[in-house]
C-alpha cells in the first residue's frame, strides 16, 4: 500500500514538473515572438524592407529587455520596454557584421573581440559594453572600469556565436582596457 502511495505520488510530481517546464517554455516562446514582433514592426518603420533574421538572446532587466538580434548578417541590440499588453522598441542600434567572405561568423574586425558602447541620456542605468568573441579561448571577459575591472557576462549559443555584455551603473565611470582570458587566467586579448 505504502509503495502504490509513494508511486503515486512521485508520477504526480513528475507530471507536475514535466507541466511547470512545458508552462516555463511556452512563455519563453511566447516572449520571443512578441519581441520579434516589435523589433519587426520598428525594422519596417525605419528600412521598409529589411527583415529580422534571428533572434539571438534576450536578457531581461528590471524595465525591460536588451535583445541582441541580427538582420541582413549583422548583429544589432535594443531595448524593449513591456507596456501591459505588448512590447514597445525603446531605443537600438549597433551593427557587428557577423558573416565573412568565407560564410563563418565572425566579428567585423580580425581582432578576438569587437564591442560597442550603448548609452542614451533617458536611459543612464542602461549604459551597456557588448561584443562578439571569435577566440574560443576566450571564457573571460574583463573590463577596466575605474581603478579596478568588472567581469562580463558570457552567452554561448547554440549556433556558434559568443556574445559578452555588462552594464555600467555609474555613467562617468572612466573605461580603459577590456581584457578576454583563457581558462586557466591567462590574457589573450588586450585592447
Same mark, same amino acid.
Given at each position: ?14 507530471? +507536475? ?10 512563455? *519563453? &516562446?511566447?516572449? #520571443?515572438?512578441?519581441?520579434? !514582433? ?14 529580422? !533574421? ?17 538582420? #541582413? ?6 531595448? +524593449? ?6 512590447? %514597445? ?15 563563418? &561568423? %565572425? ?20 549604459? &551597456?559594453? $557588448?561584443?562578439?568573441?571569435? /577566440?574560443?579561448?576566450?571564457? %573571460?571577459? !574583463? %573590463? ?10 558570457? *552567452?554561448? +549559443?547554440?549556433?556558434? +556565436?559568443?556574445?559578452?555584455? &555588462?552594464?555600467? #551603473?555609474?555613467? /562617468?565611470? #572612466? ?6 582570458? *583563457? ?5 589573450? $586579448? !588586450?585592447?
Amino acid at each position: 500500500m505504502k509503495e502504490r502511495t509513494l508511486l503515486l505520488l512521485f508520477a504526480l510530481g513528475l507530471l +507536475l514538473v514535466m507541466q511547470i517546464g512545458c508552462d516555463f517554455t511556452k512563455q *519563453s &516562446m511566447d516572449l #520571443e515572438k512578441e519581441i520579434a !514582433e516589435a523589433i519587426q514592426e520598428r525594422t519596417e518603420e525605419l528600412a521598409g524592407n529589411r527583415q529580422l !533574421e534571428e533572434i539571438h538572446y534576450i536578457t531581461i532587466v528590471e524595465d525591460g529587455a536588451f535583445v541582441f538580434y541580427q538582420e #541582413e548578417k549583422t548583429l544589432h541590440y535594443g531595448f +524593449l520596454r513591456n507596456y501591459v499588453e505588448d512590447w %514597445k522598441w525603446v531605443f537600438g542600434g549597433g551593427g557587428v557584421e557577423l558573416i565573412g567572405k568565407d560564410n563563418q &561568423m %565572425k566579428a567585423e574586425s580580425e581582432q578576438a573581440m569587437t564591442h560597442s558602447k550603448v548609452h542614451y541620456e533617458d536611459y543612464p542605468v542602461h549604459q &551597456m559594453i $557588448y561584443g562578439v568573441v571569435n /577566440d574560443p579561448g576566450i571564457v %573571460k571577459i !574583463e %573590463k577596466e572600469v575605474d581603478e579596478g575591472y568588472q567581469q562580463a557576462n558570457i *552567452s554561448r +549559443l547554440d549556433n556558434g +556565436l559568443t556574445l559578452w555584455y &555588462m552594464f555600467i #551603473e555609474d555613467e /562617468d565611470r #572612466e573605461l580603459g582596457r577590456t581584457i578576454g582570458k *583563457s581558462r586557466d587566467g591567462e590574457v589573450i $586579448y !588586450e585592447r
